[in-house]
């Protein structure tokens, strides 16, 4: 019965919309990819742009009408908080972010913008310019980032014979009817902003003591989704088990695989680093632990209660079409 149940969970979120959405830029890839030139490496939470020293990230984010619609004042918020999770994924710190508005009602726009603004201020990161349409027939909003890394963590540096780990902060709540755990904005509004910056800054000192090179935030696409792209970029397979993914009490496992946490990141590492890492996350109470290991098999196997099932295999059917 738990093989049937498991291979119903798999095939439900391999079917999802989310997961298709991130097929889609397979498209993009095959008209764009031949137009990137030197680092820049296309299927990074970031571009990264050596810039001596360092490197420059820059990063945009686009937000889809019906949720602009339904909740403006948290997608102005998101706008910043993504972005902002996409830079620390890549191991650096926000600079400043730009946004693009489209709107049709002047009060959208109003609760958009606070939104924005509170989320500039929550991550500390100024919004300095944009594009702004109030006489719209839609409502719209996209933002960009600029950050910089001193070390890099990329999803393009994930090696057989690591760990994979997932760091969550569980102390959150469901943003219904979206699949949105929010662990951000409350702190926000509780005067507790300074908690998220120092939360953000975890995954650029973890790049700058050199215990990982590899990361990347859990997007939409859910956590085997982003653990899918993490592999199809570094060439490599993946083993999960689901025992191990750090969950909330009141979270079912087929609605937290398919969630889109605020804070939410996996890292690979080395065996001997890995405590390293775990360590530095639960010192500021953010759930932690290792979920899988990394292979070569090129597939991504998921283990639930001593069933295995593999859910994706990247040698026979490509995701993104990111693969060096």
Same mark, same amino acid.
């Given at each position: 019965?738990?093989?049937?149940?498991?291979?119903?969970?798999?095939?439900?979120?391999?079917?999802?919309?989310?997961?298709?959405?991130?097929?889609?830029?397979?498209?993009?890839? =095959?008209?764009?990819?031949?137009?990137?030139?030197?680092?820049?490496?296309?299927?990074?939470?970031?571009?990264?742009?050596?810039?001596? *020293?360092?490197?420059?990230?820059?990063?945009?984010?686009?937000?889809? *009408? =019906?949720?602009?619609?339904?909740?403006? $004042?948290?997608?102005?918020?998101?706008?910043?908080?993504?972005?902002?999770?996409?830079? &620390?994924?890549?191991?650096?710190?926000?600079?400043?972010?730009?946004? &693009?508005? $489209?709107?049709?009602?002047?009060?959208?726009?109003?609760?958009?913008?606070?939104?924005? #603004?509170?989320?500039?201020?929550?991550?500390?990161?100024?919004?300095?310019?944009?594009?702004?349409?109030?006489?719209?027939? #839609?409502?719209?909003?996209?933002?960009?980032?600029?950050? %910089?890394?001193?070390?890099?963590?990329?999803?393009?540096?994930?090696?057989?014979?690591?760990?994979?780990?997932?760091?969550? *902060?569980?102390?959150?709540?469901?943003?219904?009817? #979206?699949?949105?755990?929010? &662990?951000?904005?409350?702190?926000?509004?509780?005067?507790?902003?300074? %908690?998220?910056?120092?939360?953000?800054?975890?995954?650029? *000192?973890?790049?700058?003591?050199?215990?990982?090179?590899?990361?990347?935030?859990?997007?939409?696409?859910?956590?085997?989704?982003?653990?899918?792209?993490?592999?199809?970029?570094? /060439?490599?397979?993946? %083993?999960?088990?689901?025992?191990?993914?750090?969950?909330?009490?009141?979270?079912?496992?087929?609605?937290?695989?398919?969630?889109?946490?605020?804070?939410?990141?996996?890292?690979?590492?080395?065996?001997?680093?890995?405590?390293?890492?775990?360590?530095?996350?639960?010192?500021?109470?953010?759930?932690? /632990?290792?979920?899988?290991?990394?292979?070569?098999?090129?597939?991504?196997?998921?283990?639930?209660?001593?069933?295995?099932?593999?859910?994706?295999?990247?040698?026979?059917?490509?995701?993104?079409?990111?693969?060096?």
């Amino acid at each position: 019965m738990m093989a049937s149940t498991l291979a119903n969970l798999l095939h439900t979120l391999r079917e999802g919309r989310a997961l298709g959405a991130k097929q889609d830029i397979a498209k993009a890839m =095959s008209i764009l990819g031949s137009d990137v030139r030197g680092p820049a490496r296309l299927g990074d939470d970031c571009a990264a742009i050596p810039d001596g *020293d360092g490197y420059l990230l820059f990063a945009s984010e686009g937000f889809q *009408d =019906s949720f602009v619609r339904a909740m403006p $004042w948290f997608a102005g918020y998101c706008g910043v908080m993504v972005n902002a999770s996409d830079i &620390a994924a890549m191991g650096g710190r926000p600079v400043a972010v730009t946004d &693009a508005l $489209w709107s049709d009602e002047s009060d959208i726009a109003a609760a958009i913008l606070t939104g924005l #603004h509170d989320g500039a201020r929550a991550y500390n990161v100024p919004v300095v310019g944009g594009h702004t349409n109030m006489r719209s027939t #839609h409502n719209s909003l996209s933002v960009a980032i600029l950050g %910089r890394a001193n070390a890099l963590l990329s999803s393009f540096d994930a090696r057989a014979g690591e760990v994979l780990i997932a760091a969550i *902060d569980l102390r959150g709540r469901w943003h219904d009817p #979206h699949p949105f755990w929010d &662990a951000s904005s409350a702190l926000y509004t509780a005067g507790e902003a300074e %908690r998220l910056r120092g939360d953000l800054e975890l995954l650029p *000192d973890i790049a700058e003591a050199g215990l990982s090179r590899a990361a990347k935030d859990i997007s939409m696409a859910g956590l085997l989704g982003t653990a899918l792209m993490l592999a199809e970029c570094s /060439s490599i397979g993946m %083993r999960i088990t689901l025992e191990d993914i750090p969950r909330p009490d009141n979270a079912p496992m087929e609605r937290w695989l398919s969630a889109f946490p605020s804070y939410g990141y996996l890292l690979t590492a080395r065996p001997d680093d890995a405590q390293a890492i775990l360590t530095r996350f639960q010192a500021r109470g953010i759930a932690a /632990s290792i979920i899988g290991q990394c292979d070569d098999t090129k597939q991504l196997d998921v283990l639930w209660n001593g069933t295995q099932e593999t859910f994706w295999d990247l040698a026979t059917t490509p995701l993104m079409g990111c693969a060096p």
